[in-house]
Nanobody, 124 residues
Framework: QVQLVESGGGLVQAGGSLRLSCAASGRTFSNFDMGWFRQAPGKEREFVAAISWSGTGTYYADSVKGRATISRDNAKNTVYLQMISMKREDTAVYYC?????????????????WGQGTQVTVSS
């Protein structure tokens, strides 16, 4: 069983940067692939980034490639999403999610555990 809590959201100026954190509880954190998703008002939840259980594989949505870096620290049971060059279209609630190592990492339906979300608002 995994519990996830996101933090680090807030108001960011366009062109700025921020780092989101996701703290996980449970001894089996390293057994899971981790992902970040986001959902803007009136829009579908979309994949942002994912990282394999070992941290050696990372994946990004086209919308954030070159601007986002996902990382994890299994010793701290924490996964991060670093974003730079923020755009207004990055405004959304960002969710951390965990899934078993096997299976596709892109569909939200693949993930077994979800955090409560953290709001990111980009202003200009």
């Amino acid at each position: 069983q995994v519990q996830l809590v996101e933090s680090g959201g807030g108001l960011v100026q366009a062109g700025g940067s921020l780092r989101l954190s996701c703290a996980a509880s449970g001894r089996t954190f390293s057994n899971f692939d981790m992902g970040w998703f986001r959902q803007a008002p009136g829009k579908e939840r979309e994949f942002v980034a994912a990282i394999s259980w070992s941290g050696t594989g990372t994946y990004y949505a086209d919308s954030v490639k070159g601007r986002a870096t996902i990382s994890r620290d299994n010793a701290k049971n924490t996964v991060y999403l670093q974003m730079i060059s923020m755009k207004r279209e990055d405004t959304a609630v960002y969710y951390c999610a965990a899934k078993a190592r096997s299976g596709s990492i892109f569909p939200s339906s693949s993930y077994n555990y979800w955090g409560q979300g953290t709001q990111v608002t980009v202003s200009s």
